[in-house]
Every structure is written in C-alpha cells, then in structure tokens.
C-alpha cells in the first residue's frame, strides 16, 4: 500500500481498478529529402492538417451535443493553433531550410513552442503548452497514418491513472466509465481540472509520479476531499474507504434534495448563496446545484485564453452568454485581475519584484483606461441581457474607488452620446480584500451598492503570508483574531449603511465557517457550485441566534486554535463529519 498526495480538484472518493493511460510519442523518422521533394512535404503537411482540422470539428460537433459548449474552448484553441499561419510558416520555412522529412521538421517547431510555454512564468501559460502538444500528436498521427489510442472505448468502470491527459482526450473519453482520475501533472485551473469538476469526476492531479506506482488493474483509491491517492489500499483501508465512498455518496443524493430550498435559517434569514466562476461554461453546473446567482466571474481567464486580447465585441458577447445562461439571476462580474499570480506575457505584467503587492487589478486598469474603458464598455453594453453588476478588485481606498467610478461614468456618457442601450441602474460594488479597505468600509460604503469580500487576499495581507506559499502555509489562518475582528468591522460598518455584503473567498464555501459567517451577518456566500448544498445543509439547520451566540464566543477568544477547535466540536455535535 502506498499513499501519494497531490492537489484536490474535484471532490470526491471513488475505489477502483486502475487503468494506465501511457499514449506515449510515436518514434518519429528523421531521414533527408532533396530540394525538390520540399513541395512534396508541404502537400503532405497541408493534407495532415486537413485531416486534424476535420477531425478537430467533428469532435466539437460531438462535444456540443454531449455537453453544450463546454468544451469548445479547447477546440477552438486546436482548430485556431491548426489553421496558424504563423505556424505552418514556420514548418514551411524550416523544410526549406533543413531539408528533413516533415513529421521530424514539424515537430521541432512544436518542441519548441512547448519550450516556450513551459518555461514561461505564467502557470497558465503553462498549462496550454499541453494544447500545442496535443496538437502536433494529432498531426504526427496523421502523417504516420497511425491509430489513436482512444479512451472512447472504455467499457468498464475505472480510475484513469495517467501523467497528462490531452484535452481532446478528456473530451473523448467515455465519460460514465471513468470514475476518478490520479494525474502526474495538472493544478486547478488545467483543464483536466476544469472539465473533472464539470463532468463531476472525482480527480486529485500533482501528484508527480503515480504512473511509476501503479500498474493496469491495481486497486487505486482516489480521495478527491483530502487530495491523495493511495495504491494497493490493505483489506481493512480499502473497506474503509468502500464505506466513506458509499457514504459520500448517499450524502450527495441527499443534498441534492435541497436544490430546490431556500437557504433559510430555522427562525426565517434567507441567505443567498451563489457561485464562482472562471470560465462561461460553468454555469450549468451553477444552475444544477441551485445557486441563487454568480456572485464572483472572474473574468480575467478570458484574458488569460490563448488567441490574444478579446475585443470588446468577443467580451460582450461572453458577458451576455451568461447572463442568458442565468436567465434573469445575478451575475457579478469582476473586472480584470491580472498581476499578482496571474500574469500574462501580452501586458508585461510579469518580472516584478513584489508582485502580490504590485501592479495588479485596479491599478493595473487605472494605468491603462484603453483596456478598462474596453472591459467597461462591454459590461454595460452586456446588461440589457441579464441582471448584472460590476465589481472592481484590490480597492485599497477612497481616492482608488473614485477613479474607477469616473472611468465608468466616462464610459456611460460614451455610450449614452453614441446612443448605445444599457441599464442605467447596473449595481456597482466592490472587493475588500486589502486591510486599508477593510479598515475605511465605513468610507467606501457610501460610494457603493455592495460589497464583496474577497478572504484570500485579505487573509494573505492581513497575516503578511503568501496565499501561494507552502512553507508558510500554516500561518493561513481563516480564524485568525486578526482576520475576524476585520470581518466583523466590514460588515458592521457596510450594514450601518444599509450595504449588502458578500464574501467570495475561498472562506466563504468552507463549511467550518459557514456559522460564524452567519454569525457575523454575512447576507451572501459565493463558493464554487459543488460547495452550495452543503453550506446550505448547515444553514438551514442552525438558527441566527445560535450562530451569533457561536460568535459572541469566538471574538473572546485568543487564537485560531483555539477557535478552530471551538467551532469543530460544536460542528461535530450538530452535523456528520465534514468535507474541508
Ligand atoms: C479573493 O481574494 O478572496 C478572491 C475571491 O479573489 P481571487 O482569489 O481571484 O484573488
Ligand atoms: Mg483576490
């Protein structure tokens, strides 16, 4: 037996038998060719990617009619790095210039774009080095004229063992067989990721050399809650295991019965709770586990797809797909927050010193008003097709609130000059996420509809720790004194000005939280979907009284241990163990 950790993308606990995906490289020829037989390689280049393109399409057909434009977005990016003219210059330039046969000479041009990106600070960027890869497989196949191995064929039920997945192979693959899926490689925002969690695949991805320890058939268990993978479990863990995973699963059918509840509290406060979201797609998962809205879309992953900068056009048609997709419930969506950890080669956003403490998010937009009056211009003109609001990331105060809210005034007079329709009334509101914001709420209320309270960075500042850092890790403390003192002010100060307020840090679906939250007076919890009926589990069994009175305990005390502790054994009293 032997446990592995990695990092939990998709929750979860599946027993099963393991299949090893090994679609190794195929051998590629290397062999000289004449001058003349150069225009013979092109023909064969031009007609394999043809034959990629028509197969790319054919899958996005078959996608669409699976699972709705899911997974487009992969496809777009394969037919669009297909149809490059860049690249195929490129292949075209190197044929005449090394005289090799063209599978060898077209995938040194891919080695090299992957190089690029895998070097590249970006973890994004990253992880689309994958795409180009998948890319030049497909086009090896073709000019090899070699089979795929697909995972379409996948007849019984198993648990996907493999060091990457291509995207067009998690698109293709036999969905209701594959039941987990332990990767070397990946982190949350890959797309294995992305598509486990909206496929509802239990997935646990970093976990840098399960293939070494698995073999074809071994038992493997997967626990998508806790992040590991254990291997050739002994009789009585894997019993154990068997019965948490029957357990998780019977919890899951039970809390899907509350979909259609409000999150109301036993003596009558109705909460609202709603999702987070990264990319469009998401929201019919959103929708699925009946969240009241979209209170966080982060819409800088728009920014962050390969193909460029998206015009105003491209974002406003994004904006609108999920406010039509939300059919007439809120969608709040942030405006960009690049820097920071998201950094993109485009913008030189990158090399700074200080980059959690530098040149990201609204400052970032206020030093170019070309791309924030863009992003602005689409959000309004997006509104007449849904219930939207706007928030801006990173305020740190007044002065920085104000020039947002007059680039947003300029816009609305643009459009209002240019006669082009938009809701006046679009709420406005904002993150607090940074200490001096927290501490002046009092001032920022009186400028704002609302208030979103982003835990992830106000922990990182409030407690000087890295949020990405796991040598400090143990210092990320959610019950920090420190860090609920400053809740408790936000949200006193935010209701003395009749000013909602939500959280959309992570804080915010954990469900060890969700009293003291209450407890505080938080109105809105936005948390990723698969999150809602749990928190909405316990809100719906405590009453306002018991949680204020959970509070009224906790702002005594002096440690997060302590607190933790605390609100652990009163969970434990009340509810079944918990999924952190
Ligand atoms: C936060 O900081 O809590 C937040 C929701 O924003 P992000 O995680 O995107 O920084
Ligand atoms: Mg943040």
């Known amino acids: 037996m032997k446990t592995l950790s990695g990092i939990s993308v998709s929750p979860g606990i599946v027993v099963g038998k393991a299949f090893l995906f090994v679609d190794e490289k195929p051998p590629i020829p290397q062999y000289a060719i004449s001058s003349a037989q150069v225009a013979g390689e092109i023909a064969r280049f031009k007609d394999a990617q043809g034959k990629a393109v028509a197969e790319a399409q054919a899958l996005k057909i078959r996608t669409e009619a699976e699972m709705g434009s899911a997974g487009d977005r992969f496809l777009d990016a394969h037919l669009l790095m297909l149809s490059d ?126 293939t070494r320890h698995v073999r074809g058939g071994d038992t493997v268990i997967v626990d998508g809650n806790a992040g590991a993978v254990i291997v050739d479990p002994d009789p009585k863990t894997r019993e154990r295991y068997l019965s948490s995973s029957k357990e998780w699963q019977k919890r899951e059918v039970r809390l899907s019965t509350l979909n259609e509840l409000p999150a109301e509290t036993r003596d009558g406060k109705l909460i609202s709770l709603k999702a987070n979201i990264e990319v469009p797609e998401e929201t019919e998962s959103v929708l699925s586990h009946g969240a009241d809205g979209i209170g966080l879309y982060r819409s800088e992953f728009l920014f962050l797809k390969p193909g460029g900068f998206p015009s105003e056009d491209a974002q406003c048609e994004a904006y609108g797909q999920v406010l039509d997709a939300m059919g007439g419930k809120a969608v709040t969506i942030r405006t960009l927050d690049l820097g920071g950890d998201k950094v993109i080669s485009e913008l030189r956003v ?153 959280m959309c840090g992570e804080m915010a679906g954990d469900p060890l939280a969700t009293v003291a939250l209450l407890g505080l007076g938080l109105d809105t919890f936005s948390m990723s979907a698969a999150r809602i009926p749990e928190v909405k589990q316990i809100i719906r069994a405590v009453s306002m009284s018991e949680a204020e009175e959970v509070v009224g305990t906790i702002m005594e005390m002096k440690s997060s241990v302590e607190i933790e502790k605390y609100v652990s054994g009163w969970m434990h009293e009340r509810f079944e163990p918990l999924a952190r």
């Open 85 to 210: 003219p860049d690249f195929t210059g490129q292949v075209e330039a190197k044929l005449g210039e090394l005289h090799f046969n063209v599978e060898w000479v077209m995938y040194e041009v891919i080695a090299e774009l992957v190089k690029r990106l895998e070097t590249s600070q970006d973890a994004y960027l990253r992880e689309r080095a994958v795409d180009i890869y998948d890319v030049g497989k497909r086009l090896l196949d073709h000019l090899l004229k070699r089979e795929r191995i697909s995972l379409a064929d996948l007849s019984e039920e198993v648990v996907l063992v493999t060091h990457n997945l291509m995207p067009s192979d998690t698109l293709l693959m036999n969905k209701r067989m594959v039941k987990g899926i332990a990767m070397d490689v990946g982190g949350k925002t890959s797309h294995t990721a992305i598509l486990a969690r909206s496929f509802e695949i239990t997935a646990v991805l970093g976990l840098s050399e399960i």
């Open 350 to 502: 990158h090399g700074e010193k200080n980059p959690i403490l530098g040149w990201r998010a609204i400052r970032f937009c206020l030093a170019r008003p070309d791309l924030f009056k863009t992003q602005l211009r689409a959000l309004l003109r997006a509104s007449v097709r849904g219930d939207l609001r706007i928030m801006f990331p990173m305020i740190s105060g007044a002065e920085e609130l104000g020039k947002a809210l007059a680039a947003l005034e300029e816009v609305r007079r643009e459009l209002r000059s240019e006669r082009i329709p938009f809701r006046e009334e679009v709420p406005i509101g904002i993150m607090i996420e940074i200490p001096s914001a927290a501490l002046t709420s009092d001032i920022l209320a009186r400028k704002v509809q609302f208030f979103s309270i982003g835990t992830n960075d106000l922990i990182q500042y409030t407690i000087a720790v890295d949020r990405g850092n796991e040598r400090v890790a143990y210092l990320y403390e959610p019950f920090h004194p420190g860090v609920l003192r400053l809740l408790r002010l936000i949200i006193d100060n935010a209701h003395a000005m009749s000013v909602p307020v939500s």
